[in-house]
């Protein structure tokens, strides 16, 4: 018996899970650093519905340097609704318009980038 799984094992493929196992690990590990980068800071990114729309208040160190976000919107029922918006952050809160979205669970993700450093924030709504 030991002789054949000793067989057996030999002969068995042994594939990796996934080819690009090393970018995966990266990306991982540059989104681990993303969330400790906004962890360290004073201020979060805050969400809050008002009516028909999300208010976005973006920290204060994003307005003065000018971040790069890009918002990741998923929804959790199909992935067909999911969208993508980019922009700089000028100083301001952002205001995005819901009233046409499906009601039910959406998970924002917002990776930003400022002087070259990179921030990572994701918080789950629902729109009713």
Known sequence: MLVTMAFL???????LERVDYYEEE???????????NMNELSETIVVEPVTDQLRVIY??????????????VYNAANAAK??????V????DQYILTKHWDKGT???????????????????????
């Open 9 to 15: 094992s030999a002969n068995s493929r042994t594939d």
């Open 26 to 36: 990266l990306k991982h590990d540059e989104k681990m650093d993303a969330i400790k």
């Open 59 to 72: 920290p204060k160190s994003f307005h003065t340097n000018n971040a790069e976000i890009e918002l990741w």
């Open 82 to 87: 999911d969208k993508r918006i980019s922009f």
């Open 89 to 92: 952050c000028e100083g301001k």
């Open 106 to 128: 959406y998970q924002l993700r917002f990776h930003s980038k400022t002087n070259s450093k990179k921030y990572f924030f994701e918080k789950e709504i629902t729109i009713k």
